[in-house]
């Protein structure tokens, strides 16, 4: 069997793998380049099959960990499975190479799912000691701990470093843009948006929400009608809806979803906070990341200040947020 001796990325360690392993580790995140984040969850199966060929190469086991970070957060996985397996390519992946950057940036999506913060944070500033370049680990780093976490301003920082380093990413643009339009800043966060490849529109569809943040609301019904996400069927549209005066229109989308997620967005555009909290209440199952994230969309910006905000924190692990 042919084999090949190379070192990947920036780190320190050099790997000896066959060419057959490397061959479909580089098909494998290939996936993830060409179709961005939705390409992260159709790797799971190319990189069982590096570790298949070679059980001790540490990229595949990091990489794997990634793909089930993201489909645990999708609701056509079971959650509890994949941060089972995530847990499991994590901890090899380091066991493996104590100096994978990769490996640390699983952990640190790990730890945040569970809200143990301070070991998530730990674990990311550690992948970005061993790699400052990688731009995913600083998406992840934003999307999974200071979005959720209330730190806005410093996730932007963070998103303004992912594009000194990668400009040209489709997903550095997308999380730039989420991060923007986080802190209301809509004018700053459209070109960034502009840039984004159109399977990248699973990240909040931004155009959309650009325009509802400029209060065009007409325009923003009319980009998320012709603009449907399979992954939010009905949640902006709805919400642009309610604050378009079209009330019939948004219940009807409420009515015929039992996402707590859309559900929230379609009643804060209703502007009826009682079912607002009633839909983030049934949400905090879904765990402190997607609850902290939708807490962060000025779409919610309705129940600011309300002391309820405080009681669905702490009720999924966040903390009180900065001042």
């Given at each position: 069997?042919?084999?090949?001796r190379?070192k990947l990325?920036?780190?320190?360690r050099r790997?000896?793998t066959s060419t057959?392993?490397?061959?479909?580790?580089l098909?494998?995140?290939?996936s993830?380049?060409?179709?961005?984040?939705?390409?992260?969850?159709?790797?799971?199966?190319p990189?069982?099959q590096?570790?298949?060929?070679?059980?001790t190469?540490?990229p595949?086991?990091?990489r794997l960990?990634?793909a089930?970070?993201?489909?645990?957060?999708?609701?056509?996985?079971?959650?509890?499975e994949?941060?089972?397996?995530m847990?499991?390519a994590?901890e090899?992946?380091?066991?493996l190479?104590?100096l994978s950057?990769?490996?640390?940036?699983a952990q640190g999506i790990l730890?945040a799912?569970?809200a143990?913060?301070?070991?998530s944070e730990?674990?990311f500033?550690r992948?970005?000691?061993?790699?400052p370049?990688?731009s995913?680990?600083r998406?992840f780093?934003?999307m999974y701990?200071?979005?959720?976490?209330?730190r806005?301003?410093e996730a932007?920082?963070?998103e303004?470093?992912?594009?000194?380093?990668?400009p040209l990413a489709?997903?550095v643009?997308?999380?730039f843009?989420?991060?923007?339009?986080?802190?209301h800043?809509?004018?700053?966060?459209a070109p960034?948006?502009?840039k984004v490849?159109?399977g990248?529109?699973?990240l909040?569809?931004?155009?959309g929400r650009?325009?509802?943040?400029?209060?065009?609301?007409e325009?923003?019904?009319?980009f998320?009608?012709?603009?449907?996400d399979?992954?939010?069927?009905g949640?902006f549209?709805?919400?642009?809806?309610?604050?378009?005066?079209?009330?019939d229109?948004a219940?009807?989308?409420?009515?015929?979803?039992?996402?707590p997620?859309?559900?929230?967005?379609i009643?804060a555009g209703?502007?009826?906070?009682?079912r607002t909290?009633?839909?983030?209440?049934?949400m905090?199952?879904l765990?402190?990341?997607?609850?902290?994230?939708?807490?962060s969309?000025p779409?919610l910006d309705?129940i600011?200040g309300?002391?309820?905000?405080?009681?669905?924190?702490?009720?999924v692990?966040?903390p009180?947020q900065?001042?």
């Amino acid at each position: 069997m042919n084999s090949l001796r190379l070192k990947l990325g920036r780190g320190r360690r050099r790997y000896e793998t066959s060419t057959e392993a490397y061959d479909l580790y580089l098909r494998a995140t290939a996936s993830e380049l060409q179709q961005g984040i939705a390409g992260i969850a159709k790797s799971v199966g190319p990189f069982e099959q590096v570790i298949a060929k070679d059980p001790t190469f540490a990229p595949a086991y990091a990489r794997l960990a990634w793909a089930h970070a993201w489909r645990s957060g999708n609701s056509t996985f079971d959650a509890a499975e994949e941060m089972t397996k995530m847990r499991l390519a994590a901890e090899k992946a380091i066991q493996l190479d104590p100096l994978s950057a990769d490996a640390y940036n699983a952990q640190g999506i790990l730890y945040a799912r569970e809200a143990q913060w301070d070991q998530s944070e730990k674990s990311f500033r550690r992948a970005l000691e061993l790699d400052p370049h990688q731009s995913l680990t600083r998406g992840f780093f934003t999307m999974y701990l200071l979005l959720p976490l209330g730190r806005v301003d410093e996730a932007i920082e963070e998103e303004r470093l992912a594009e000194r380093s990668d400009p040209l990413a489709s997903d550095v643009q997308a999380y730039f843009a989420y991060m923007l339009i986080a802190a209301h800043r809509f004018d700053e966060a459209a070109p960034h948006c502009a840039k984004v490849a159109p399977g990248e529109k699973v990240l909040g569809q931004c155009v959309g929400r650009i325009m509802l943040g400029q209060g065009r609301i007409e325009e923003a019904v009319r980009f998320f009608t012709a603009n449907p996400d399979p992954a939010d069927p009905g949640g902006f549209l709805g919400h642009a809806l309610g604050r378009a005066g079209r009330r019939d229109e948004a219940e009807k989308l409420a009515a015929g979803t039992k996402a707590p997620f859309i559900q929230a967005l379609i009643f804060a555009g209703l502007g009826d906070k009682e079912r607002t909290f009633e839909a983030l209440d049934h949400m905090t199952v879904l765990g402190p990341v997607k609850v902290g994230r939708i807490l962060s969309f000025p779409e919610l910006d309705l129940i600011r200040g309300d002391p309820r905000v405080k009681a669905i924190r702490t009720k999924v692990g966040l903390p009180e947020q900065r001042k």
